[in-house]
């Protein structure tokens, strides 16, 4: 079972994305800040994490910056949640290497079909 | 009172005393003076006749004729007595500007005394007239005088004609030596040049950072019977404006940003209900929970157009373009609304030709055309469908989105594209939108340098018509250098340009599939992108090569960063399935050492270009 990290600051929508991963038969992991995402990704070495941009202390940037230069986590795949039209600061954390932005409010379809197409090529490149 | 009337009369006594046998008018009283032919111009530049009676039969009549008007500067009007039988000097006195030629045989005291009471009294108003003329222009210097916005009109030569005080002080603001005509502020000259060329308005703002000021300047033709004789520019301080505007922006941004979460959440719990997976819901919940859904989308779609718009206003609205296939983005368009007009049992169809056709533009945002323009179609569409129909002109690309909808009434059409605007309200259609959408849309199209308009019968359909540019790769290169050097130069800084091509691509296609070589670019890209570090530089994909846009950067650093590239390049062949495969050249120019053209640039950074794995091949 493939197992997803969720960090954002908004706990409800964390909890309407995490029925949601569940009943489609994931794993779910949750953060509320950048700094617990940084701190579960390394506990939990989960398969996809779903970040949010603007969050306290970290933000999904600097997030990104330090899940990417870190080898144990650079390969976790992450899907970018954006809320404001801020495509200066969702390009910047493409650079580094997130994988897909997606912004809100998004279509649940998308949503999973992105998570599914991601964990997807992670299986086949590892 | 008793009106005097002066008229002159040449020559001829014996039109006095036929005039003397008049009826006569109740306060109007006729003084005749006598003059000789020779006497006559000298006695009308001492004293003012309105009137002047002559016998046609003088040595030249016309010259005379010609002579009365100008001295009196048309205030005369000049009566000929002559003999009916010469019409054709009647006729040329006439044309020439003679008030009225009376044949002497049909002299009567009546007719003649009606003739100079008419005359004179249409030259008394003629002269009024001129008074109240020159009382108008008096007012209208008060008026330009006294005005807070400053008031320049420079004549076709670019010379000052008129200058306000206020006008005075605003370009004082901007730099001009006082008195000095013409200005050579270049503002002022960016519009002239403007208006010169045909424009009928320029405008442009100006911050004055310094002094914190924000200035508009408004330039319009000034034209005398339909030619241009200069140009007028209106000076407005709108610093306050400027300020309310930002505040009225930030407002709008921020609210709609912290509008989106929430409805995010809210939609994604509806869905889950409606999902079924927290347990069964049955019909009539499953009827309420839909109209949520439906009604947090329209919630979502108003939040982003009011963005937009606030966007717009603000001139923040930006466009990231890049090279695109206008084809592929209608097809995904079309794709997504597919459902949505089986549902209603319409039919959307595309049409277009076979071949990519590329513009340089952001993808998001003509999607986002495409999109409105659709979606539109469709609500207002009861029966029949929507065809969406590219066409591949030398010059241009037209996509022309057609529906057998309700149609546009005439007076409808003209507020088609403002904001606030819908006009469903006479219809059964249960969709209403934000009326912001075809505002955005028409943004959109002219941000990328196209035009959009719309045709319609009311009752059997309408037609949406936009066009777009086509590019080919070397034009949006070119284009993207021009602006990026351009504002380098503008502000006396150098600018580089890197350029890479992988020579052979097609080997590499033809050896590891179309699929890798698209894998290698997009790596690339991202190898670039992490090399460069500042927001201002810029990374330009094409078909087999890549160019790199460094603003405000000497030659000597754009070799800095050349160097990095190439080192990371090497790392990334380590890594390549095929590093014998992997063929990579790099040129580079830079501004002001290659030349100051975007064209000289490319050319060279092309020329110079060398292959970086020197043991491949």
């Known amino acids: 079972m493939s197992k997803i990290l969720i960090v954002d600051d908004e706990p409800e929508l964390v909890k309407a994305i995490e029925v949601r991963l569940r009943a489609s038969g994931y794993h779910v992991e949750v953060a509320y800040d950048g700094e617990e995402g940084v701190k579960k990704a390394r506990e939990f070495n989960p398969d996809l994490i779903i970040l949010d941009i603007v969050m306290p202390r970290l933000n999904g940037y600097e997030v990104c910056k330090i899940l990417k230069s870190n080898a144990d986590t650079r390969n976790i795949p992450i899907l970018i949640l954006t809320a404001s039209q801020q495509r200066e600061m969702e390009k910047k954390c493409l650079a580094l290497g997130a994988n897909i932005a997606l912004m809100k409010p998004f279509e649940t379809e998308e949503l999973l079909l992105l998570v599914n197409q991601l964990l997807e090529n992670q299986g086949g490149e590892n | ?617």
Not at chain 2, 294 to 303: F, K, M, P, Q, T
Not at chain 2, 309 to 336: F, P, Q, W, Y
Not at chain 2, 375 to 401: R, S, W
Not at chain 2, 477 to 488: R, W
Request: aromatic share 6%; net charge negative.
């Open chain 2, 1 to 617: 009172m008793e009106e005097k009337v002066n008229i002159l009369i040449v020559e001829d006594t014996s039109i006095h005393s036929i005039l003397r046998d008049n009826p006569g008018r109740k306060g109007v009283e006729l003084e005749a003076r006598f003059s000789s032919y020779e006497e006559c111009l000298n006695n009308l530049c001492r004293e003012r006749f309105p009137v002047v009676l002559s016998p046609g039969s003088i040595p030249q009549p016309l010259n005379f004729l010609q002579d009365v008007l100008r001295v009196s500067k048309d205030q005369t009007a000049v009566i000929f007595i002559v003999d009916g039988g010469n019409t054709e000097l009647i006729q040329q006195l006439l044309r020439n500007g003679a008030w009225a030629c009376i044949p002497r045989e049909r002299l009567t005291g009546e007719s003649l005394f009606r003739e100079v009471i008419n005359a004179y009294q249409v030259i008394k108003m003629r002269m009024e007239g001129f008074s109240l003329k020159q009382s108008y222009i008096r007012q209208m210097e008060a008026m330009v005088e006294s005005m807070l916005e400053g008031v320049l009109m420079v004549d076709k030569y670019s010379n000052v004609v008129v200058i306000n005080p206020a006008g005075k002080r605003f370009l004082e603001l901007l730099g001009a030596t006082p008195g000095a005509s013409p200005l050579k502020i270049k503002e002022i000259d960016e519009l002239f040049d403007f208006i010169i060329k045909g424009e009928e308005c320029g405008v442009k703002e100006i911050e004055l950072e310094d002094k914190n000021i924000f200035l508009r300047l408004e330039a319009t033709p000034v034209k005398e019977q339909g030619e241009l004789i200069g140009v007028v520019i209106l000076m407005r301080d709108v610093t306050t404006e400027k300020k309310v505007d930002k505040m009225k922006n930030d407002f709008i941004s921020v609210v709609s940003h912290e509008l989106r979460t929430p409805l995010t959440t809210m939609k994604e719990f509806i869905s889950i209900l409606l999902d079924e997976i927290p347990g069964k819901i049955n019909a009539e919940q499953r009827e309420y929970l839909q109209i949520v859904k439906s009604n947090i989308d329209r919630l979502a779609r108003i939040i982003n157009e009011i963005l937009d718009i606030a966007k717009i206003e603000s001139g923040k609205m930006r466009i990231e373009r890049e090279l695109v296939d206008v084809v592929e983005i209608a097809r995904e368009v079309v794709k997504t609304f597919q459902p949505m007009a089986e549902e209603r049992g319409l039919y959307l169809e595309l049409s277009h030709p076979s071949g990519p056709v590329t513009t340089y533009g952001d993808k998001d945002r003509l999607a986002q055309v495409f999109t409105n323009l659709i979606h539109n179609a469709i609500k207002f569409t009861p029966q029949g469908g929507v065809k969406v129909v590219l066409k591949d002109t030398d010059e241009e690309l037209i996509v022309e989105v057609i529906d057998t909808g309700i149609g546009i009434s005439r007076e409808n059409m003209a507020k088609l594209f403002m904001k606030f605007q819908q006009f469903n309200s006479d219809s059964h259609l249960k969709e209403p939108g934000t009326g912001l959408g075809l505002a955005v849309t028409k943004h959109l199209v002219e941000l990328h340098k196209g035009k959009i308009w719309a045709e319609s019968e009311y009752g059997k359909g309408s037609r949406f018509i936009f066009t777009l540019p086509k590019y080919t790769y070397h034009q949006a290169l070119l284009e993207l250098c021009a602006e990026n050097l351009h504002n380098c130069i503008m502000v006396n800084k150098s600018f580089s340009l890197l350029y890479i091509e992988i020579p052979d691509i097609q080997f590499l296609e033809k050896h590891l599939g179309k699929d890798k070589v698209e894998q290698l670019k997009k790596k690339l890209d991202i190898i670039f992108r992490k090399v460069l570090r500042r927001n201002e530089d810029l990374v330009f994909k094409g078909k087999e090569s890549f160019a790199i846009l460094l603003n405000m950067t000497p030659k000597e650093n754009a070799l800095v960063v050349k160097g990095r590239i190439v080192q990371a390049l090497h790392d990334f062949r380590k890594e390549f399935e095929r590093p014998d495969m992997l063929k990579i050249r790099i040129g580079i120019a830079g501004y002001p050492e290659d030349g100051s053209r975007e064209e000289e640039l490319l050319d060279k950074a092309r020329a110079n270009a060398e292959n970086i794995f020197p043991e491949v091949g």
